[in-house]
Structure formats: C-alpha cells, structure tokens
Nanobody, 117 residues
Framework: QVQLVESGGGLVQPGGSLRLSCAASRSIFSANVVGWYRQAPGKERELVATSATGRSTNYADSVKGRFTISRDNAKNTVYLQMDSLKPEDTAVYYC???????????WGQGTQVTVSS
C-alpha cells in the first residue's frame, strides 16, 4: 500500500499562483508515472499533468504554459506549480502514482483549489 498526501491547496484570486505538493510513502524514482488530476463539481476527473520516470512530461491543453509538474526523487515528492490561475481551474486536485506490477495504482485524498475574487 502506498500513501500519497497532497498539500498546498487553498483560495487564490484570478491571476495568482499556488504550488501543490504530493508526498509519497514509496520511492517515486521507481514509479512508472506520477501526476496530477482534478475534478470540478459535476464533472469527471481529468488529467492535469503527468511525469513519467526517465521520460517526458505531459499536460492538458487547458494548463499548458501555466502549470509545471516537477519531482524531487530524494524527497519522494511531486509538485504542481500553478500560475496565472483562472476561475475554471477551481477543482479538487488529486495526486496519482503508478508503480510497476498489477494493482499498483494509488490516489491521494485530494486538495481543494478555489480561484475566485
């Protein structure tokens, strides 16, 4: 079992910035992929950004140029830097990690991000 604990959410004005953190209880260096997803009220969960170990990052078109995913393998922590935030970015943000082998897919509990004036 792997624990993923998100932090850093909150209320921010449009145009502002937030940095989300996801601390993993297992080495993220050994993960196949780590990433961030979000779910707004009444909508399905959607991909925000992913980072495949030793490979490239991937972003949703709606956040390209504004959000940056990064990882600190020594701290087993994944970050999501969110700049130029818009009201439509309001959602619960979830950290996800997938390790090799069947059933090794885990979610964090989520952190609320609200963009409002």
């Amino acid at each position: 079992q792997v624990q993923l604990v998100e932090s850093g959410g909150g209320l921010v004005q449009p145009g502002g910035s937030l940095r989300l953190s996801c601390a993993a209880s297992r080495s993220i260096f050994s993960a196949n992929v780590v990433g961030w997803y979000r779910q707004a009220p009444g909508k399905e969960r959607e991909l925000v950004a992913t980072s495949a170990t030793g490979r490239s990052t991937n972003y949703a078109d709606s956040v390209k140029g504004r959000f940056t995913i990064s990882r600190d393998n020594a701290k087993n922590t994944v970050y999501l830097q969110m700049d130029s935030l818009k009201p439509e970015d309001t959602a619960v943000y979830y950290c996800h990690g997938r390790w090799y082998g069947p059933g090794n897919s885990y979610w964090g509990q989520g952190t609320q991000v609200t963009v409002s004036s």
